[in-house]
Antibody
């Protein structure tokens, strides 16, 4: 059974850094493409970042230069390093596994990141 | 990349059918047959219900169906049930480097 479990969220001050983790089981993180998707309180889904099986990474313009997606094959875990956090980064962050080229077939339960204004 | 356009809300009575539209551009929805749909109940993670425009993952009811015409994709739910009341999001492939979601549609079952 595929399972994704995020951790690392919390209350963080503007300008500070935080690293989110997404522990995967039931599949190999490095063999699929993986993304982070966030949802601000009461708002819709926003795609944040993707890492492909070959290692290529891409980011939404809103986080480019501040966030870094990575993975550790030995731990079968996906990460999101978030630097220079802003109030507008406040959201529940989900990790998701890719299906075909564009869909996400498995999601974690999400972890809440709060950056006060 | 601008979000795809969805109606803010739709409603229907049990047993009826409803359709949710998702309008993009010739650079996303119109360019690729890679539109997906997600169902999200309050406080839970999104669940994939349609991928590649018309395909249903294993275990998803055949009451859910997808289609696309030009720059607009659609999700149809037939035989509405109370459990279908949720938020629905579309998403499209926009190229190797990005993805885009719709703003979401709240479905109310009357």
């Amino acid at each position: 059974e595929v399972q994704l479990v995020e951790s690392g969220g919390g209350l963080i001050q503007p300008g500070e850094s935080l690293r989110l983790s997404c522990a995967a089981s039931g599949f190999i993180v490095s063999s699929d493409y993986m993304s982070w998707v966030r949802q601000a309180p009461g708002k819709g889904l926003e795609w944040v970042s993707v890492i492909y099986s070959g290692g290529s990474t891409y980011y939404a313009d809103s986080v480019k230069g501040r966030f870094t997606i990575s993975r550790d094959s030995s731990k079968n875990t996906l990460y999101l390093q978030m630097n220079s956090l802003r109030a507008e980064d406040t959201a529940v962050y989900y990790c998701a596994r890719g299906l075909d080229i564009a869909a996400f077939d498995s999601w974690g339960q999400g972890t809440l990141v709060t950056v006060p204004s | 990349q601008s979000a795809l356009t969805q109606p803010a809300s739709v409603s229907g009575s049990p047993g009826q059918s409803i359709t949710i539209s998702c309008t993009g551009t010739s650079s996303d929805v119109g360019a690729y047959n890679y539109v997906s749909w997600y169902q999200q109940h309050p406080g839970t993670a999104p669940k994939l219900i349609i991928y590649a425009v018309t395909n249903r993952p294993s275990g998803v009811s055949n009451r859910f169906s997808g289609s696309k015409s030009g720059n607009t994709a659609s999700l149809t739910i037939s035989g509405l049930q109370a459990a279908d009341e949720a938020d629905y999001y579309c998403s499209s492939f926009t190229g190797i480097s990005t993805r885009v979601f719709g703003g979401g549609t709240k479905l109310t079952v009357l």
